[in-house]
C-alpha cells in the first residue's frame, strides 16, 4: 500500500476513535512507523490531513450509496437500499461512519468538505422525496427535516456503539440485523401512509429478516 494511503488509513482510525482535537500527528506517525515530518510531506498539515481523510471517506459513502441506488427498484425500496448500505458500511468500515459523525458536530473544520462531496447525493434525496410525496407515496413532510431525522437516526443507529450499551444493546452482527429491520419498520411507520402501506403499492408489506 502507498504511504499516502496508509497515512490517510491510520488517520481516519485516530480522528474517528479519538477525535480530531485530541488525535495527535506524532500518534499516527508513531503507529506508521514514520516520522511526523513524513506525514507533513504528503500533508502539509494536520488539518489539511483531515480534509484529505473526509475527502475520501465521503466519496466512500456516496460510492457505496450509489451503487445500492443502481440495484434498487422504485418507491420505499431506495429508502431500503440506501439504509441496508449504511449499516453494511458500519459493520464493514465502522471508523469511517464514525468519523463522519464527528465531522457533522458543531465547529468542525472538515464540515464544509463533507457537504461539498455529499451535496449531489442529497440534491438527489429531496428530489425523490419530493416526487414521492406529490405521488402520495410518502407523508408531505419538511424535505430537510425528513432527511436531517433520517441521516440522524440511520447514522446515529448504526454507529453509536456507547449509547446502544447504556440501553443495553451490544454491537454485534446479530444486534446490528435486527437494529436493521427495526428502524426501517420505524421509518416506514412514520413516512408512509397506511393505505400504501396496507395494499402493497410501490410498498413492502413485511421489512426483510435479513
Known amino acids: 500500500m502507498r504511504t499516502p494511503d496508509r497515512i490517510l488509513d491510520a488517520a481516519l482510525a485516530s480522528f474517528a476513535t479519538r477525535g480530531y482535537e485530541v488525535a495527535s500527528l506524532d500518534a499516527i506517525a508513531a503507529e506508521l512507523g514514520l516520522t511526523k515530518q513524513a506525514i507533513l510531506y504528503w500533508f502539509p498539515s494536520k488539518e489539511v490531513l483531515l480534509e484529505a481523510v473526509v475527502a475520501r471517506s465521503a466519496d466512500e459513502l456516496a460510492d457505496a450509496l450509489e451503487g445500492a441506488l443502481a440495484r434498487a427498484g422504485q418507491g420505499w425500496e431506495r429508502v431500503e437500499a440506501v439504509v441496508r448500505a449504511v449499516f453494511g458500511l458500519a459493520v464493514r468500515r465502522p471508523h469511517l461512519l464514525g468519523l463522519l459523525r464527528e465531522v457533522t458536530r ?63 444493546v451490544e454491537p454485534t452482527l446479530r ?12 421509518l416506514r411507520s412514520a413516512l408512509v401512509p397506511e393505505a400504501r402501506a396496507a395494499d402493497g403499492n410501490g410498498v413492502q408489506d413485511a421489512v426483510p429478516a435479513g
Open 175 to 186: 444486534s446490528a440485523s435486527r437494529r436493521r429491520r427495526e428502524l426501517l419498520a420505524l
Open 106 to 168: 458543531p465547529g468542525s473544520p472538515a464540515t464544509a468538505t463533507l457537504a461539498q462531496r455529499m451535496a449531489p447525493l442529497v440534491d438527489r434525496a429531496r428530489e425523490f422525496l419530493d416526487a414521492e410525496m406529490a405521488a402520495g407515496a410518502i407523508r408531505r413532510h419538511d424535505t430537510s427535516v425528513v432527511l436531517l431525522s433520517a441521516y440522524s437516526a440511520v447514522v446515529g443507529t448504526a454507529t453509536e456503539v456507547e449509547v446502544m450499551r447504556a440501553l443495553g
